[in-house]
């Protein structure tokens, strides 16, 4: 049971938008920052979002994050193909012993 | 280009040890921090442990605290995990990753392609 509740699956057709949400608390998401990750089948994790809305370079503008409160939340934009996989987020949690959580996964389908 | 190459993996029996390795290039190694991230089998991932550029910091998840030992070669450009007192709940693909910052800022920007480790009697 994860610290950080994600929804298990989003869908959507090519073209289309979703979004993710990442549900937390004060001790993790509402103190530090989120990060997100997309794994797509055969491909090793990828950082997508972080600091709560940071792009790495190499990230299109079509992957978006935000976060308010205790909560995040993960946007995709112009859904491709190339999009389906899980996708995870992540903070640092401050409570005892709780070192760093992630989600467990949100599957996107591309309808 | 970063490269990070995990391996070690195997079948073990409950209760005994296994020591994986990453090999890293592509990158000044002792200028970052490095992880052990973990996946269980249609599972979701688990942070393992991560060790700051200079082994100044290391830091364990509660699951391994006491049975596994994070550890880093500068000079090979290698990092490692020891795992001892291994459980059949341990049994995943293990991948080493890189974080952005020389201390623990874990934000992940590159990850190897993994290693299994199965544990079964």
Not at chain 1, 83 to 93: I, V
Request: proline residues 4%.
């Amino acid at each position: 049971q994860s610290v950080l509740t994600q929804p298990p699956s989003v869908s959507a057709a090519p073209g289309q938008k979703v979004t993710i949400s990442c549900s937390g608390s004060i001790s993790n998401i509402g103190e530090t920052f989120v990060s997100w990750y997309q794994h797509l089948p055969g491909s090793a994790p990828k950082l997508l979002i972080f600091q709560n809305d940071k792009r790495p370079s190499a990230i299109p503008d079509r992957f978006s994050g935000s976060k308010s409160g205790t909560s995040a939340t993960l946007g995709i934009t112009g859904l491709q193909t190339g999009d389906e996989g899980d996708y995870y987020c992540g903070a640092w949690d401050t409570s005892l012993n709780a070192g760093y959580v992630f989600g467990a996964g949100t599957r996107v389908t591309v309808l | 280009e970063v490269q990070l190459v995990e391996s070690g993996g195997g079948l073990v029996q409950p209760g005994r040890s296994l020591t994986l390795s990453c090999s890293a290039s592509g990158f000044t190694f002792d200028d970052y921090a490095l992880h052990w991230v973990r996946q269980a089998p249609g599972k979701g991932l688990e942070w393992v442990s991560g060790i700051s550029w200079n082994n100044g910091v290391i830091g364990y998840a509660d699951s391994v605290k006491g049975r596994f030992t994070i550890s880093r070669d500068n000079a090979r450009n290698s990092l490692f995990l020891q795992m001892t007192s291994l459980r059949v709940e341990d049994t995943a693909f293990y991948y080493c990753v890189k974080d952005v910052d020389s201390t623990m800022a874990f934000y992940f920007d590159s990850w190897g392609q993994g290693t299994l480790v199965s544990v079964s009697s």
